[in-house]
């Protein structure tokens, strides 16, 4: 055994009784969720063991190589052609990459693979999915609903979501509390041709006094993809109970126009019991009755 084998031996003894570690993949990031068109970060950080030297660096998508970095090379830096994936910059030691932008392509799973150097030639690798995500043209549509609702009656109101992929998921909110289950149907799918769906989801309850304490009853549509798309739309309808609890609180408050009446006639009864008042008796309860008809 040569000496420079016995050095690396007894190196690699003193370490594992000291108990120092090799090469150690620490961190791996991949963006879960990328929109079209934009540029994804990836960003991949390791860490020497004493003995170690760095021999590569390498980056795979679906198992297929697209960079790589090996220092020691004349040209230290390469890329591969690969569908939906492009490296437009990197970092002098291959730690991390910036792709084109997005494609629908660009998903998938991404790993980053770390060697050292001979003898041993250690290797750490991770792995980490990527989706990209094509964003709405525009925001979630409410149909079905009217400008007023009495106690009693039926909301059917249906929520309709932009074309996007992956799919857009929805979320009804009645007077900013979620919508209760039972309220719910089932949301409906349509995939086109390109590949983008439309999602629907439709709100079906009664109408009860308690949607109408804080004021209008106000129905909410919430859309969301993952972490990158938060749109919603909001509609605002009048009840006609609140017309009449104010007309139950004139009554309670005051005498009704049927008791007004009522009261004159008894007053011009007590006139009439005069005689010399006969003329202007008759002349009263014509009044009277003309009011009350």
Request: proline share 6%.
């Amino acid at each position: 055994m040569s000496a420079s084998s016995v050095l690396l031996l007894t190196t690699m003894l003193l370490c594992r009784d000291y108990g120092v570690t090799g090469l150690e993949l620490l961190e791996l990031r991949v963006p879960a969720h990328v929109p079209l068109g934009t540029r994804a970060q990836l960003s991949c950080r390791w860490q020497l063991g004493p003995t170690d030297v760095l021999y590569s660096v390498k980056w795979y998508k679906d198992g297929k190589e697209f960079f790589r970095h090996v220092p020691r090379e004349s040209e230290p830096r390469r890329k591969f052609p690969l569908p939906g994936v492009d490296v437009e910059d990197s970092s002098y030691n291959g730690a991390n990459v910036t792709l084109a932008t997005a494609v629908l392509e660009t998903g998938g799973r991404y790993r980053c693979e770390v060697s050292g150097e001979r003898p041993l030639f250690p290797t750490v690798s991770d792995h980490a999915d990527m989706i990209i995500v094509a964003l709405p043209e525009h925001g979630p549509t409410i149909t079905g609903s009217r400008l007023r609702y009495q106690i009693g009656d039926r909301v059917q109101v249906n929520c309709t979501s932009g074309k996007s992929r992956p799919a857009t998921r929805l979320a009804w909110y009645v007077n900013g509390e979620p919508a209760p289950t039972a309220a719910l149907l089932p949301p409906t799918h349509r995939v086109f041709d390109d590949g983008l769906e439309v999602t629907s989801a439709s709100l079906d309850f009664k109408v009860k006094p308690k949607h109408f304490r804080k004021g209008d009853l106000k129905l909410k549509c919430l859309a969301t993809i993952a972490t990158v798309y938060w749109r919603s739309n909001e509609e605002s309808v009048q009840g006609e109970r609140l017309k009449g609890y104010s007309r139950s609180r004139e009554l309670a408050e005051g005498t009704s126009r049927a008791d007004r009446v009522q009261a004159g006639k008894s007053a011009a009864h007590g006139v009439c019991r005069i005689p010399t008042n006969l003329a202007l008796c008759f002349i009263i309860l014509y009044a009277l009755e003309k009011t009350h008809t």
